[in-house]
Protein backbone atom coordinates (compact mmCIF):
# COMPACT_ATOMS: atom_id res chain seq x y z
CA UNK A 1 0.00 0.00 0.00
CA UNK A 2 1.47 3.38 -0.69
CA UNK A 3 2.41 5.55 2.08
CA UNK A 4 1.92 2.83 4.22
CA UNK A 5 4.47 2.56 7.02
CA UNK A 6 6.31 -0.59 9.40
CA UNK A 7 6.69 -0.20 12.83
CA UNK A 8 9.19 -2.44 14.30
CA UNK A 9 8.75 -3.45 18.13
CA UNK A 10 12.48 -4.11 18.92
CA UNK A 11 13.33 -6.48 22.29
CA UNK A 12 15.65 -9.12 23.18
CA UNK A 13 13.83 -12.20 22.52
CA UNK A 14 13.22 -14.98 24.95
CA UNK A 15 13.34 -19.23 24.28
CA UNK A 16 10.51 -21.12 23.69
CA UNK A 17 12.97 -24.59 23.92
CA UNK A 18 15.89 -25.32 25.24
CA UNK A 19 17.64 -25.47 22.18
CA UNK A 20 16.25 -21.60 21.83
CA UNK A 21 17.95 -21.17 25.33
CA UNK A 22 21.35 -21.86 23.80
CA UNK A 23 21.03 -19.68 21.03
CA UNK A 24 19.45 -16.71 23.70
CA UNK A 25 22.61 -17.20 25.42
CA UNK A 26 25.32 -17.55 22.74
CA UNK A 27 23.81 -14.75 21.33
CA UNK A 28 23.54 -12.59 23.98
CA UNK A 29 27.09 -13.54 25.25
CA UNK A 30 28.73 -12.89 21.64
CA UNK A 31 26.52 -9.25 21.80
CA UNK A 32 29.80 -6.90 21.06
CA UNK A 33 27.98 -4.41 23.90
CA UNK A 34 27.13 -6.62 26.52
CA UNK A 35 30.67 -8.43 26.49
CA UNK A 36 32.94 -5.30 25.63
CA UNK A 37 36.01 -7.09 24.51
CA UNK A 38 37.60 -5.93 21.10
CA UNK A 39 38.43 -9.85 20.51
CA UNK A 40 36.01 -11.38 18.74
CA UNK A 41 37.41 -14.61 19.25
CA UNK A 42 37.80 -14.09 22.66
CA UNK A 43 34.16 -12.81 22.71
CA UNK A 44 33.50 -16.11 21.27
CA UNK A 45 35.09 -18.24 23.29
CA UNK A 46 33.39 -16.11 26.65
CA UNK A 47 30.01 -16.91 25.21
CA UNK A 48 31.03 -20.80 24.85
CA UNK A 49 32.24 -20.82 28.32
CA UNK A 50 28.74 -19.40 29.82
CA UNK A 51 26.32 -21.38 27.67
CA UNK A 52 27.89 -24.34 28.50
CA UNK A 53 28.16 -23.83 32.20
CA UNK A 54 24.52 -22.36 32.68
CA UNK A 55 22.75 -23.77 30.42
CA UNK A 56 21.12 -26.83 32.60
CA UNK A 57 20.54 -24.40 35.54
CA UNK A 58 18.78 -21.90 33.87
CA UNK A 59 17.02 -24.41 31.61
CA UNK A 60 15.46 -25.69 35.30
CA UNK A 61 14.08 -22.03 35.79
CA UNK A 62 12.11 -21.97 32.46
CA UNK A 63 10.92 -25.33 33.61
CA UNK A 64 9.14 -23.26 36.36
CA UNK A 65 7.30 -21.14 34.62
CA UNK A 66 6.16 -23.73 31.54
CA UNK A 67 9.07 -24.17 29.49
CA UNK A 68 9.34 -20.53 27.27
CA UNK A 69 9.00 -17.37 27.50
CA UNK A 70 6.03 -15.23 27.82
CA UNK A 71 7.74 -12.75 26.38
CA UNK A 72 7.05 -14.18 22.95
CA UNK A 73 3.23 -14.43 23.12
CA UNK A 74 2.18 -11.05 24.79
CA UNK A 75 4.40 -9.45 22.10
CA UNK A 76 2.65 -11.78 19.18
CA UNK A 77 -0.79 -10.16 21.07
CA UNK A 78 0.37 -6.57 21.32
CA UNK A 79 1.27 -6.61 17.34
CA UNK A 80 -1.89 -8.18 16.45
CA UNK A 81 -4.12 -6.10 18.53
CA UNK A 82 -2.01 -3.42 17.03
CA UNK A 83 -2.20 -4.60 13.17
CA UNK A 84 -5.94 -4.74 13.97
CA UNK A 85 -5.95 -0.98 15.08
CA UNK A 86 -3.53 0.60 11.82
CA UNK A 87 -4.77 1.31 8.64
CA UNK A 88 -1.60 2.59 7.11
CA UNK A 89 0.91 0.99 9.50
CA UNK A 90 1.87 -2.94 9.71
CA UNK A 91 3.46 -3.35 12.90
CA UNK A 92 6.18 -6.61 12.78
CA UNK A 93 8.47 -7.21 15.70
CA UNK A 94 12.85 -7.94 15.69
CA UNK A 95 14.00 -10.18 18.58
CA UNK A 96 17.87 -9.88 19.44
CA UNK A 97 18.08 -13.35 20.09
CA UNK A 98 16.28 -15.69 19.56
CA UNK A 99 13.67 -15.78 16.42
CA UNK A 100 12.04 -13.82 14.55
CA UNK A 101 15.20 -11.61 14.18
CA UNK A 102 15.45 -8.63 12.40
CA UNK A 103 16.19 -10.51 8.88
CA UNK A 104 12.13 -11.85 9.22
CA UNK A 105 11.42 -8.59 10.09
CA UNK A 106 12.98 -6.84 7.24
CA UNK A 107 11.90 -9.57 4.74
CA UNK A 108 8.32 -8.74 5.62
CA UNK A 109 8.53 -5.19 5.21
CA UNK A 110 9.88 -5.34 1.82
CA UNK A 111 7.01 -8.06 1.12
CA UNK A 112 4.83 -5.29 1.52
CA UNK A 113 6.80 -2.73 -0.71
CA UNK A 114 7.56 -0.51 2.34
CA UNK A 115 9.95 1.80 2.45
CA UNK A 116 9.32 4.29 5.49
CA UNK A 117 10.31 2.34 8.82
CA UNK A 118 9.35 3.14 12.50
CA UNK A 119 12.04 1.61 15.29
CA UNK A 120 10.22 1.17 18.60
CA UNK A 121 12.75 -0.01 21.10
CA UNK A 122 10.99 -1.64 23.76
CA UNK A 123 12.95 -0.60 26.44
CA UNK A 124 11.85 2.56 28.58
CA UNK A 125 15.27 3.82 29.48
CA UNK A 126 18.38 3.58 27.18
CA UNK A 127 21.72 1.28 27.70
CA UNK A 128 24.27 0.21 24.78
CA UNK A 129 23.32 -3.33 25.86
CA UNK A 130 19.50 -2.91 25.26
CA UNK A 131 18.93 -0.25 22.92
CA UNK A 132 21.81 0.67 21.24
CA UNK A 133 22.46 -3.24 20.60
CA UNK A 134 19.02 -3.70 18.91
CA UNK A 135 18.87 -0.55 16.51
CA UNK A 136 22.48 -1.26 15.54
CA UNK A 137 21.90 -4.87 14.82
CA UNK A 138 18.57 -3.90 12.81
CA UNK A 139 20.59 -1.35 10.52
CA UNK A 140 23.50 -3.93 10.24
CA UNK A 141 20.67 -6.02 8.47
CA UNK A 142 18.55 -3.46 6.56
CA UNK A 143 21.63 -2.14 5.18
CA UNK A 144 20.11 1.38 3.13
CA UNK A 145 16.70 -0.19 1.79
CA UNK A 146 14.96 2.45 4.31
CA UNK A 147 14.07 5.50 6.03
CA UNK A 148 14.32 4.56 9.08
CA UNK A 149 13.31 6.47 12.21
CA UNK A 150 13.91 5.71 15.73
CA UNK A 151 11.50 6.83 19.13
CA UNK A 152 13.39 7.89 21.83
CA UNK A 153 13.51 6.31 25.24
CA UNK A 154 10.13 6.93 26.53
CA UNK A 155 10.22 6.44 30.80
CA UNK A 156 9.35 10.48 30.51
CA UNK A 157 6.37 9.98 28.64
CA UNK A 158 3.02 10.88 31.27
CA UNK A 159 0.77 8.05 29.52
CA UNK A 160 3.20 5.66 30.03
CA UNK A 161 3.56 6.80 33.75
CA UNK A 162 0.39 6.67 34.25
CA UNK A 163 -0.44 3.26 33.13
CA UNK A 164 2.86 2.13 36.00
CA UNK A 165 0.93 4.20 38.64
CA UNK A 166 -2.77 2.29 37.63
CA UNK A 167 -1.00 -1.01 38.14
CA UNK A 168 1.10 0.41 41.35
CA UNK A 169 -2.02 1.06 43.55
CA UNK A 170 -4.41 -1.77 42.05
CA UNK A 171 -2.27 -4.23 43.22
CA UNK A 172 -2.92 -3.47 47.14
CA UNK A 173 -5.79 -2.44 48.73
CA UNK A 174 -3.57 0.00 51.19
CA UNK A 175 -0.46 1.82 49.74
CA UNK A 176 0.61 3.12 52.90
CA UNK A 177 1.64 -0.33 54.64
CA UNK A 178 3.80 -1.18 51.80
CA UNK A 179 7.27 -0.24 50.53
CA UNK A 180 7.75 0.18 47.08
CA UNK A 181 10.59 -1.32 44.80
CA UNK A 182 11.20 0.03 42.16
CA UNK A 183 13.71 -3.63 40.15
CA UNK A 184 15.68 -2.70 37.15
CA UNK A 185 17.98 -5.19 35.53
CA UNK A 186 21.40 -4.65 37.05
CA UNK A 187 24.35 -4.05 34.39
CA UNK A 188 28.23 -4.16 35.58
CA UNK A 189 29.68 -0.59 36.77
CA UNK A 190 32.41 -0.92 34.13
CA UNK A 191 29.82 -0.69 31.29
CA UNK A 192 28.24 2.47 33.16
CA UNK A 193 31.86 4.09 33.94
CA UNK A 194 32.32 3.66 30.09
CA UNK A 195 29.31 6.25 29.57
CA UNK A 196 26.09 4.17 29.67
CA UNK A 197 23.15 6.32 30.59
CA UNK A 198 20.87 3.74 31.76
CA UNK A 199 21.35 4.14 35.97
CA UNK A 200 20.91 7.95 35.13
CA UNK A 201 17.59 7.56 33.13
CA UNK A 202 16.69 4.76 35.75
CA UNK A 203 17.42 6.79 38.64
CA UNK A 204 14.98 9.75 36.39
CA UNK A 205 12.47 7.67 36.14
CA UNK A 206 11.68 6.54 39.76
CA UNK A 207 12.11 10.26 40.45
CA UNK A 208 9.33 10.97 38.16
CA UNK A 209 7.28 8.22 39.08
CA UNK A 210 7.76 8.99 42.86
CA UNK A 211 7.14 12.33 42.33
CA UNK A 212 3.71 11.34 40.64
CA UNK A 213 2.74 8.80 43.20
CA UNK A 214 2.91 11.92 45.66
CA UNK A 215 0.80 14.41 43.55
CA UNK A 216 -1.80 12.15 43.41
CA UNK A 217 -1.85 11.13 47.28
CA UNK A 218 -0.30 7.16 46.99
CA UNK A 219 2.07 7.33 49.77
CA UNK A 220 3.95 4.19 50.13
CA UNK A 221 5.67 2.88 53.02
CA UNK A 222 8.65 3.76 51.39
CA UNK A 223 9.97 4.15 47.91
CA UNK A 224 12.94 2.63 46.72
CA UNK A 225 15.23 1.58 43.94
CA UNK A 226 17.26 -1.86 43.61
CA UNK A 227 19.11 -3.77 40.87
CA UNK A 228 18.13 -7.60 39.92
CA UNK A 229 19.59 -10.09 37.97
CA UNK A 230 23.40 -9.97 38.81
CA UNK A 231 25.87 -12.86 37.32
CA UNK A 232 29.54 -13.08 37.30
CA UNK A 233 32.36 -11.76 39.53
CA UNK A 234 32.30 -8.17 38.43
CA UNK A 235 31.05 -5.35 40.30
CA UNK A 236 27.30 -4.36 39.33
CA UNK A 237 24.97 -1.41 39.84
CA UNK A 238 23.83 -1.72 43.29
CA UNK A 239 21.92 -1.97 45.89
CA UNK A 240 20.97 -5.60 44.87
CA UNK A 241 17.91 -6.35 45.21
CA UNK A 242 19.01 -9.28 47.71
CA UNK A 243 20.09 -6.67 49.86
CA UNK A 244 17.12 -4.05 49.73
CA UNK A 245 14.90 -6.86 50.36
CA UNK A 246 16.50 -7.49 54.05
CA UNK A 247 15.71 -3.93 54.88
CA UNK A 248 11.76 -5.30 55.17
CA UNK A 249 11.66 -8.34 57.90
CA UNK A 250 8.16 -8.63 58.97
CA UNK A 251 6.92 -5.79 56.80
CA UNK A 252 5.15 -5.87 53.23
CA UNK A 253 6.71 -5.01 49.77
CA UNK A 254 5.49 -4.30 46.11
CA UNK A 255 8.08 -4.80 43.44
CA UNK A 256 7.41 -3.48 40.20
CA UNK A 257 9.89 -4.54 37.15
CA UNK A 258 10.87 -0.81 36.28
CA UNK A 259 12.96 -1.73 33.15
CA UNK A 260 10.78 -4.02 31.28
CA UNK A 261 7.59 -3.15 28.89
CA UNK A 262 7.02 -6.99 28.32
CA UNK A 263 6.78 -10.17 31.14
CA UNK A 264 9.91 -12.60 30.66
CA UNK A 265 11.68 -14.66 32.59
CA UNK A 266 12.94 -12.02 34.84
CA UNK A 267 9.95 -10.79 36.21
CA UNK A 268 7.92 -14.43 35.92
CA UNK A 269 10.79 -16.61 37.32
CA UNK A 270 13.56 -14.27 39.09
CA UNK A 271 10.77 -12.25 40.80
CA UNK A 272 7.38 -13.87 41.18
CA UNK A 273 9.43 -17.38 42.12
CA UNK A 274 13.57 -16.55 43.26
CA UNK A 275 13.12 -13.73 44.75
CA UNK A 276 9.99 -14.16 46.52
CA UNK A 277 11.74 -17.42 48.53
CA UNK A 278 14.30 -14.84 49.48
CA UNK A 279 11.18 -12.87 50.46
CA UNK A 280 10.24 -15.47 52.53
CA UNK A 281 13.53 -16.57 54.27
CA UNK A 282 14.22 -13.33 55.22
CA UNK A 283 10.65 -12.93 56.97
CA UNK A 284 8.94 -10.34 54.65
CA UNK A 285 4.91 -10.92 55.33
CA UNK A 286 3.73 -10.17 52.32
CA UNK A 287 5.27 -9.46 48.90
CA UNK A 288 4.12 -8.70 45.73
CA UNK A 289 4.90 -8.23 42.07
CA UNK A 290 3.51 -6.17 39.55
CA UNK A 291 2.55 -6.96 36.11
CA UNK A 292 4.65 -4.69 32.95
CA UNK A 293 2.58 -3.02 30.54
CA UNK A 294 2.48 -5.84 28.28
CA UNK A 295 -0.08 -5.96 25.18
CA UNK A 296 -3.03 -3.82 27.69
CA UNK A 297 -5.24 -1.61 25.80
CA UNK A 298 -3.21 1.48 27.89
CA UNK A 299 0.12 0.83 26.57
CA UNK A 300 -1.56 -0.21 23.19
CA UNK A 301 -2.70 4.25 23.03
CA UNK A 302 0.82 5.47 24.88
CA UNK A 303 2.60 3.66 21.06
CA UNK A 304 -0.10 5.49 18.92
CA UNK A 305 1.07 8.63 20.90
CA UNK A 306 4.76 7.71 20.82
CA UNK A 307 4.55 7.29 16.73
CA UNK A 308 2.57 10.49 16.52
CA UNK A 309 -0.85 8.54 15.39
Not at 113 to 134: A, M
Not at 219 to 244: C, H, I, R
Amino acid sequence: MKNKKALVLLNMGGPRTKNELKMFLTNMFNDKNIITVKSSILRKMIAFFITTSRLNEAWKNYEEIGGFSPINKITENLIDKLNDSFDDIYVTQAMRYTPPFSSTAIKQIKEQGIKDVILLPLYPQYSTTTTKSSVEDFYEVAKDEFNIEVIDPFYKNESFNDIILKELVSKVENVNEYNLIFSAHGLPQKIVDAGDVYEKHVNEHVRILSEKLQQKGYNFKSTNLAYQSKVGPLKWLEPSLDDMLKNFKDEKVLIYPIAFIIDNSETDFELSIEYKEIADEIGISDYKVCKCVNDSEDFQATIKELIGK
